[in-house]
T-cell receptor, first 114, second 110 residues
Framework: GAVVSQHPSWVICKSGTSVKIECRSL??????MFWYRQFPKQSLMLMAT?????????EQGVEKDKFLINHASLTLSTLTVTSAHPEDSSFYIC??????????FGQGTRLTVV | RKEVEQDPGPFNVPEGATVAFNCTYS??????FFWYRQDCRKEPKLLMS???SGNEDGRFTAQLNRASQYISLLIRDSKLSDSATYLC???????????FGAGTRLFVKA
């Protein structure tokens, strides 16, 4: 299957700082990537759809000024959590879809804000 | 009504048991269907696609009933390593909308 690489796999940061998470498609081009958040024992929640060369589309209730998404190339999308707070601590996962509508996920980033 | 609904679980079964998960979807325009597996604190991984004719991969069998908007996953001869959360996933074309079910947790016990 397709390979999606996400970095870093875990990060601990102080309240008020910003954290950048990278998502790369390694063996295919992804014009669209997706960012999810998952709290413990809960389902994946789509945060936003990242579109190469244009603005991301955010789901209702997700603050676009807090979760900055940049999709500058066909293989890279970044999510920046700005002014992080403890309630932002979560598991963030990116995915990209192939032509067959199959989703391939990055390894996820476990963010802990202290 | 949720767009994709799954059995709430958790399912606790002994090794060797057969277990079935169900999933219903609300949008009749859905075209592609998948089952994913997610281990604790890991990313979801594609288990298998679901085709109208039904498909099998070893101990796993997936079925799709478009008329009832229903998908199922059957696991035979359960192994301890099958313990995970199983996600039902539905894709609606024309907008790359992929919807994940909340997942069903399976615990296989020795």
């Amino acid at each position: 299957g397709a390979v999606v690489s996400q970095h870093p796999s875990w990060v601990i940061c102080k309240s008020g700082t910003s954290v950048k998470i990278e998502c790369r498609s390694l063996d295919f081009q992804a014009t669209t990537m997706f960012w999810y958040r998952q709290f413990p024992k809960q389902s994946l929640m789509l945060m936003a759809t990242s579109n190469e060369g244009s603005k991301a589309t955010y789901e209702q209730g997700v603050e676009k000024d807090k979760f900055l998404i940049n999709h500058a190339s066909l293989t890279l999308s970044t999510l920046t959590v700005t002014s992080a707070h403890p309630e932002d601590s979560s598991f963030y996962i990116c995915s990209a879809e192939t032509g067959g509508a199959k989703s391939f996920f990055g390894q996820g980033t476990r963010l802990t804000v202290v | 009504r949720k767009e994709v609904e799954q059995d709430p679980g958790p399912f606790n079964v002994p090794e060797g048991a057969t277990v079935a998960f169900n999933c219903t979807y609300s949008n009749s325009a859905s075209q592609s269907f998948f089952w994913y597996r997610q281990d604790c604190r890991k990313e979801p991984k594609l288990l298998m696609s679901v085709y109208s004719s039904g498909n099998e991969d070893g101990r796993f069998t997936a079925q799709l009933n478009r008329a009832s908007q229903y998908i199922s996953l059957l696991i035979r001869d359960s192994k301890l390593s099958d313990s995970a959360t199983y996600l039902c996933v539905v894709n609606i074309p024309g907008g790359f909308k992929t919807i994940f079910g909340a997942g069903t947790r399976l615990f296989v016990k020795a």
